[in-house]
């Protein structure tokens, strides 16, 4: 995934291209799953120069702390991450697009140049281990 693909998955795409730019992004590689009928998961790696800043380390700190602001949401740290964090949402919110009402977890943690972020929706609540062990296995690949 190049720039202007990633950026536009954010809520202000023009302004995350700029920051994005400033942060240095070099590339981003993306996969996603489904799991039955029941869950959905994408996974991001994404790698930054980092010639003038840890772009990676602030980029992933910059997501949690979006993450945390958000009211109810349950965090535990990702073994083996040093400072990664897993995030459940017990409160399912509506998918308008697909008519139905989805649960949600996040997982986002860094090593060298590269951050990662992963996102799980399913049908039903989340386990905080499911999100955790994705996350630590998906570490240890880097």
Do not use: C
């Amino acid at each position: 995934m190049d720039l202007a693909d990633y950026a536009d998955h954010f809520g202000n795409p023009s302004a995350k291209f700029s920051s994005l730019a400033t942060d240095q992004f070099r590339r981003a590689a993306v996969t996603g799953w489904k799991d039955g009928t029941s869950s959905i998961v994408d996974i991001r790696l994404v790698q930054y120069r980092q010639e003038d800043s840890m772009a990676a380390a602030d980029a992933t700190h910059n997501m949690e702390d979006d993450v945390e602001s958000a009211r109810g949401t349950e965090s535990s740290s990702i073994p083996g991450t040093g400072d990664g964090m897993a995030y459940v949402h017990p409160r399912p919110v509506v998918d308008y697009g697909a008519g139905r009402t989805l649960y949600s977890a996040e997982a986002y943690a860094w090593r060298g140049d590269v951050a990662m972020e992963i996102r799980v929706f399913s049908n039903g609540p989340i386990a905080e281990k499911e999100i955790r062990d994705l996350a630590r296995r998906q570490m240890e690949r880097l």
